[in-house]
């Protein structure tokens, strides 16, 4: 109790919503702020989108070596109504040059998550379909979270149907990865493969000590900076870690804020 009281001391300062859920894999320690809160998921859904591609693979619905194509134009949930997506908003260009050709499931799920390319990410929810990444959340303790849709689909945006999460649900689903019961434990280990390629390691990494592995996912979108995943230290305790935030002044600060509570849950851990 004192570190969640630490950390909520610290947060009450800071401008802008903190949400903060830990989970030490070895020890029953945990701190929770806000962990209940719903947030936009910005990419943080992406996590549970790979969840349900291995849980569709591993029911022989297709395997993850199939290819299928590339294509760049998505349909509204709102009103079946086509929309497309723009390289300047994505975080990853390479792909809208390759739309028509084909490339594997798996491929394209990498790059969902190491370098969240939206362009990826709808096309693989076209395939395994946003209703059931939700079921498949749910099932895995993630009770309070809802994903919708896909990336950019402004119609659904502008009436309010997001994707939705909380760090309590999120820290759930990292923890089935990480114990091997997200699908089963072949599934789980390539998916913490892959979260461990993640290229954007400004929060949840950034001051913990050298050797210290994160199989992580952020998510941002304008006043919005997530970061969640599993911590591997180098002296073989691990850890799950979700860290929420909107409404802060500027990125930077919250950036700061976050690898800063990040800090301060590695230093309070319990031996």
């Excluded at 040059?97 to 394209?108: A, H, P, S």
């Excluded at 990444?133 to 993630?142: C, D, I």
């Excluded at 923890?175 to 019961?181: D, N, R, Y």
């Excluded at 992580?216 to 304008?222: A, F, L, N």
């Amino acid at each position: 109790m004192a570190l969640t009281r630490q950390i909520s001391q610290y947060l009450a300062d800071k401008k802008g919503t903190y949400a903060v859920a830990f989970k030490n894999l070895q020890t029953r320690q945990t701190v929770y702020v806000n962990e209940h809160e719903l947030f936009h998921a910005a990419s943080t859904m992406k996590t549970p989108v790979m969840v349900e591609v291995y849980r569709q693979a591993a029911a022989g619905t297709f395997s993850v070596k199939d290819s299928i194509p590339v294509k760049n134009e998505f349909k509204s949930i709102v009103d079946g109504s086509p929309y497309r997506l723009t390289p300047e908003t994505d975080s990853e260009q390479q792909l809208y040059t390759e739309v028509g050709q084909q490339k594997t499931i798996y491929d394209l799920m990498y790059q969902m998550i190491i370098v969240s390319s939206n362009l990826a990410t709808n096309i693989i929810i076209d395939l395994v379909h946003a209703e059931e990444v939700t079921k498949t959340f749910h099932r895995l303790g993630a009770k309070h979270s809802q994903i919708r849709r896909g990336v950019e689909d402004q119609k659904a945006y502008q009436q309010g149907l997001n994707n939705q999460v909380t760090a309590y649900d999120l820290a759930e689903l990292f923890e089935k990865i990480a114990k091997g019961k997200a699908v089963n434990r072949e599934s789980s280990e390539a998916m913490i493969q892959i979260l461990l390629k993640q290229k954007f390691n400004d929060v949840i990494p950034a001051r913990l000590p050298a050797g210290t592995k994160v199989a992580h996912k952020t998510g941002s979108i304008s006043n919005i900076y997530h970061d969640s995943g599993i911590v591997y230290l180098p002296d073989g305790r691990s850890y799950v870690i979700v860290l929420l935030s909107r409404d802060w002044d500027t990125r930077e600060n919250a950036v700061e804020t976050m690898a800063t509570v990040s800090e301060m849950i590695y230093q309070g851990l319990k031996k």
